[in-house]
């Protein structure tokens, strides 16, 4: 019977652990898209000479990474959906305003 109970335990601490790392993940992905937006405003002001393709490329990556994460709660999932989808207006915005510019979006 300890066993069991032992093992309930283990596997309801997992749980949370992958929860609160999740939700880390999440918060960090929030934070760099803003960073990203405040890199590209401070390119399109004039103040950069390179847009900050790397950095928009590693932020892709890392949504990709967490939204293939399979563990998550429902209120993961619609914090993950509100970041994806307010990135993808900001994507949206930076490729027509590189284009109004005459660059293309590599």
């Known amino acids: ?6 093992s309930i335990y ?11 790392s999740l939700d880390k993940q999440l918060d960090r992905l929030e934070d760099d898209i803003r960073k990203l ?4 405003d401070i390119y399109f002001n004039g103040n950069s000479k390179r847009p900050p393709l790397e950095a928009r490329a ?3 990556s890392a949504v990709r990474r967490v939204s293939d994460t399979r563990t998550m709660s429902y209120a993961q999932r619609y914090q993950l959906s509100m970041l994806v989808s307010r ?6 915005l930076w ?3 590189l284009k109004a510019k005459g660059e293309e979006l590599v």
Do not use: G
Request: net charge positive; hydrophobic share 30%.
């Open 1 to 6: 019977m300890a066993f069991t109970a032992n």
């Open 37 to 40: 937006k405040i890199e590209f």
């Open 58 to 60: 590693r932020l892709e």
């Open 10 to 20: 283990r596997n309801t601490r997992n749980q949370v652990d992958q929860t609160v």
């Open 95 to 97: 490729r027509r305003m």
């Open 87 to 92: 990135y993808s207006s900001y994507r949206e």
